[in-house]
């Protein structure tokens, strides 16, 4: 019987030349993986309904309101927590710890990613992830996860 391949919804910010080259790394692992469907990685980046002006309100309601829906039909969200990585800081995008949330509340698990050397973690990140991948070396592991079985991945970071 063939292994059941799950979608994802990629959580992330896609502001920069570094945030977007980890989103290729995270999504080129994904595609590796066996038990993820190549086809069904929902990169939001890809999807900013370029018919409205960005920012207007029709732009702002059609993205909210798309991305929630791809976080909800999502077999899981995979979340990358680097936001502004390159100039030392190392608190997550507001947009992606809402997309954790609103996939936590939803009881879709949630597997976190961070390229950083970040030796802290909020609480409610701590307690809402299924598992942690944690330093670039680690983060190459997510193409032997197996998103069927989701065995819990621990991270040794402080929690705050």
């Given amino acids: 019987m063939p292994t059941h391949q799950n979608s994802v919804y990629l959580a992330s910010p896609f502001f920069s030349d570094g ?8 999504v080129s692992l994904l595609k590796q993986n066996p038990t993820i469907d ?15 002006p960005f920012g207007s309100f029709k732009w702002q309601d059609a993205v909210f309101a798309s991305d ?3 976080v909800h039909k999502a077999d899981v ?12 800081l190392t608190e997550p995008d507001s947009g992606t710890v809402f997309e954790i949330g609103s996939a ?9 990613v961070q390229f950083g050397d970040n030796g ?12 942690f991948f944690n ?5 190459s592991n ?15 970071k402080k929690v705050l």
Avoid: C
């Avoid at 936590?104 to 976190?112: G, K, R, T, Y």
């Fill in 38 to 52: 190549a086809d069904q990685i929902f990169i939001p980046q890809d999807h900013q309904f370029e018919s409205e």
């Fill in 135 to 139: 330093g670039k070396d680690d983060v």
């Fill in 120 to 131: 802290q973690l909020n609480l409610m990140l701590a307690r809402s992830y299924t598992a």
């Fill in 104 to 112: 936590h509340e939803a009881n879709i698990p949630v597997i976190m």
């Fill in 68 to 70: 929630l829906r791809q």
């Fill in 77 to 88: 969200v995979v979340a990358i927590l680097d936001y502004q990585l390159e100039e030392g």
């Fill in 142 to 156: 997510l193409k032997d996860y197996d998103f069927n079985n989701l065995e819990t991945r621990y991270t040794d």
């Fill in 19 to 26: 945030q977007r080259d980890r989103i290729a790394t995270v």
